[in-house]
């Protein structure tokens, strides 16, 4: 399935801020929709016209500077290709058609640089919205007998009110988000497998703090065999990464005391029934044994791992897979499969985040991943897991977590 051809030009003009292009001359090159609406005239009778020929200075007024102001902005985008963003401006409207009748408006402005081919500033993304109905309910205008410098004290006042809010709200965030940090470290540490090469990587979906409800877990063995999880818990954020710490805690201690993964899972499963948030999470156990060359694996709801071997043949191992934890209502044992490696092959386990993509067979996510570890089998697992995520994470930033570990078997 290929991803939709968006329409730029149908972006452009859906937006609700005003947005107007202009040339160095400071003419219209192209306009958006709600800028025509807010500037009251329609596209041809701006688009090739100089600004400030349409829109003059209030001349009954003598503090009315809108057209200065607004002009040395321009020019100081064109000059030094930096955004420009304006305090609240004041700028005067010609009343309809009602010649030398203004009226007083008020507009907040961020003036963009826009490079040519050359590299060089050749126009500015002019974005304007209109503010006066705020400024006018706020109380901060519509009275005539105060001065320019007095309105523009009060409204500097404002501003700096909500930009104390602002700080707040960062500083807040900021705090959550040192918290988040110190959580993620605690419940996912690097892993340091004895004698074994090993990658983890963790990924939290755009927009999200950095944690998330899914996590892995490598357990050293005796007898030179490691236990492998992966798991995610739906939801993001510190709700879900604590769910997902206990249900890591718990599959890490029964991998240490149980045969297989398929036991370990099903004493997951159990413990999930006491735990809110934990429904419908899954996960993937896996153990490996280095002397005998085999891999036991069991997954509750969770994409199959995947093992390439040395000649880059990959095979999915989706032989032991049952319902996520909490799916039943009943207790059912888990199963449990067994598959044969050969040395350097390497083991890959994931969550979803790495191969999934809304309004797309994961059929497709699955064949993306299977074709990266053809080309890249050879790479060490430092390398291996850096290439996945750079080749299947989409460019803008992924919209669900992502846990990954490559094991050099």
Not at 95 to 115: D, K
Not at 211 to 237: E, K, T
Request: charged share 25%; glycine share 8%.
């Amino acid at each position: 399935m290929t991803e939709p051809q968006i329409d730029f030009e149908a972006v452009f003009q859906a937006l609700p801020a005003g947005l107007a292009v202009l040339n160095q001359r400071l003419e219209y090159v192209a306009v958006n929709e709600s800028y025509t609406q807010m500037a009251g005239r329609r596209p041809e009778e701006l688009v090739g016209h100089y600004i400030f020929g349409l829109f003059p200075d209030n001349p009954f007024d003598p503090d009315s500077e809108g057209s200065r102001t607004v002009g040395d902005s321009f020019l100081r985008v064109l000059a030094t290709g930096v955004r420009d963003t304006l305090p609240l401006q004041r700028f005067d409207v010609e009343r309809g058609a009602r010649t030398g009748v203004f009226e007083e408006r008020y507009w907040s402005i961020i003036n963009s640089p826009m490079p040519g081919p050359s590299g060089r500033v050749e126009y500015v993304i002019h974005r304007v919205e209109e503010v006066t109905d705020y400024i006018r309910t706020s109380g901060v205008s519509g009275q005539r007998g105060r001065s320019a410098q007095e309105l523009q004290a009060e409204v500097y006042m404002r501003a700096r009110e909500l930009q104390d809010i602002n700080d707040a709200l960062r500083s807040a965030h900021a705090r959550e988000r040192e918290i988040a940090l110190t959580l993620q470290d605690a419940m996912l540490p690097a892993p340091q497998p004895v004698g074994h090469r090993a990658a983890v990587r963790y990924q939290p979906a755009v927009g999200a703090l950095n944690v998330c409800g899914d996590w892995y877990d490598l357990v050293d063995l005796p007898r030179d065999r490691m236990a492998v999880a992966v798991g995610d818990v739906v939801g993001h954020g510190l709700e879900a990464a604590g769910v997902m710490g206990q249900l890591r805690s718990a599959l890490s201690a029964a991998s240490r005391a149980t045969a297989g993964p398929g036991e370990a899972l099903e004493i997951l499963g159990l413990y999930s029934r006491s735990i809110e948030g934990a429904e419908a999470t899954t996960a993937v156990s896996v153990f490996i044994d280095w002397p005998a060359h085999t891999i036991k694996y069991s997954s509750a709801g969770h994409p199959p791992p995947a093992l390439v071997d040395q000649a880059g043949h990959v095979r999915f191992l989706d032989l032991a897979t049952d319902p996520p934890l909490g799916a039943r209502p009943d207790h059912v044992p888990r199963p449990q499969a067994t598959a044969r490696f050969t040395p350097d092959s390497a083991l890959v386990l994931y969550t979803d985040g790495l191969i999934e993509r809304r309004h797309e067979d994961i059929d497709l996510g699955l064949a993306r991943l299977s074709s990266s570890l053809t080309r890249h089998h050879s790479l060490d697992p430092e390398s291996l897991a850096d290439v996945l995520l750079s080749e299947l994470l989409p460019p803008t930033g992924a919209t669900d977590d992502t846990a990954l570990v490559v094991i050099r078997l």
